[in-house]
């Protein structure tokens, strides 16, 4: 059992670099969500994780592979969807096509915060500094960056039907869901039989995803303007 030094210093380097990524998210929609409500939905993104790990662990006992590859994205984006889902996406503070999107990159932020940190537990009671360092890099360019994507992209297609009826809303956040769960898998499936250097083609990918995620947010912002200029028309 390594001391709780190691998993104060393995939290801390999961914990710090969600939070830089969550202010920097959090900057991009001009009328913040309440503070209490934005790390309720980080809270139970980490709160999430230990229900995942044991899904996980009997998906590898019956799948193998591609299909156990995609299984674990399913647990983790459902997860995710579900604890943000009953946390935060009900309601009334939800009042703007744009805060789905910060809920489930929140949501994102403190699944990969928890997830970072067991990560890191191993080579730092180990002693192994360097490999701490990367692994804490490798994470905050990479994977961190996948949760939020995947994330946000079911966010993205619930502010899409924001104004729209339940069943047309339900749709796309079922859509929303399925391509979450296809880039996750893709995502993992690259980066396990991937080298070094195609390791860092997935990454420019996921970092491309991201660039159109900030100006899908542009679009989304410009959802909300519109209904408020046909609002003051009529």
Request: proline share 4%; net charge positive.
């Amino acid at each position: 059992m390594p001391p709780i030094e190691t998993f104060i210093f393995a939290f801390l380097g999961g914990l710090l670099p969600a939070l830089l990524w969550l202010w920097f998210w959090l900057r991009q929609d001009k009328h913040p969500e309440p503070k209490r409500l934005i790390f309720l939905a980080f809270f139970m993104g980490m709160l999430s994780v230990p229900f995942v790990v044991p899904f996980e662990r009997y998906a590898q006992g019956i799948f193998t592979g591609t299909m156990m590859i995609a299984s674990w994205a399913a647990i983790e984006e459902l997860l995710k969807f579900g604890f943000a889902y009953f946390s935060v996406l009900r309601r009334k503070e939800l009042n703007e096509p744009i805060d789905a999107v910060i809920y489930m990159i929140s949501i994102a932020l403190g699944f990969a915060a928890l997830e970072n940190t067991l990560f890191l537990v191993e080579p730092i009671a180990d002693g192994d500094l360097v490999t701490s360092i990367l692994t804490g890099n490798f994470r905050f360019l990479g994977a961190t960056l996948l949760h939020v994507l995947s994330s946000a992209t079911v966010g993205v297609f619930m502010a899409l039907s924001f104004y729209r009826g339940k069943k047309v809303r339900s749709l796309f956040t079922i859509v929303g869901l399925i391509l979450a769960i296809l880039l996750h898998t893709l995502f993992n499936f690259f980066i396990i039989n991937s080298n070094e250097t195609n390791i860092l083609l997935v990454f420019a990918f996921v970092w491309a995803g991201i660039v159109a995620l900030m100006l899908m947010l542009e679009k989304i912002k410009r959802i909300k303007q519109k209904c408020w200029s046909l609002i003051k028309r009529k």
